[in-house]
């Protein structure tokens, strides 16, 4: 296939922009896996934001509720906090996999 017919070797297209109903799931399960991973992590709301350069903790707060999603240039900056792999984080914030599953080498605690 020439990828001209909206099909490809990989399997049908998504849309590039999910649709309102996908976006808000996509939000809901990236915030509930990010106040997961920061309380696995042992990490308060301010010691993941501040580094980041929030000024308040109501953006994250929002993101952890699914109410916002995360900004794009944030994606890396959260993945590192987060001690998760930056691509994977990547695509399962942008909705390209449904689950993130961190590495055994990742899983470590601040009292590690």
């Keep these: 296939m020439d990828g001209m017919d909206g099909g490809s070797i990989s399997g049908p297209k998504r849309p590039l922009i999910p649709k309102p109903r996908e976006r808000q ?9 990010i106040r997961a991973r920061r309380k696995e992590l042992g990490l308060t709301l301010g010691e993941v934001v501040r580094p980041m350069g929030y000024t308040n903790l ?9 109410l916002e999603g995360l900004p794009a ?3 890396y ?6 001690q998760v792999p930056r691509d994977a984080f ?9 689950r ?3 590495p055994k080498s990742a ?3 601040k009292d590690s």
């Excluded at 799931?25 to 896996?33: C, L, S, T």
């Excluded at 109501?58 to 699914?66: F, L, N, R, V």
């Excluded at 900056?77 to 987060?82: F, G, K, V």
């Design 77 to 82: 900056a959260w993945a590192d906090i987060l």
């Design 107 to 109: 899983a470590k605690t």
């Design 90 to 98: 990547f695509r399962f914030v942008m909705g390209e996999t449904e």
């Design 25 to 33: 799931a996509i939000r809901r399960r990236v915030g509930a896996f």
């Design 58 to 66: 109501a953006s994250a707060w929002k993101i952890e509720k699914g």
């Design 73 to 75: 240039k944030r994606v």
């Design 100 to 102: 993130m599953d961190v």
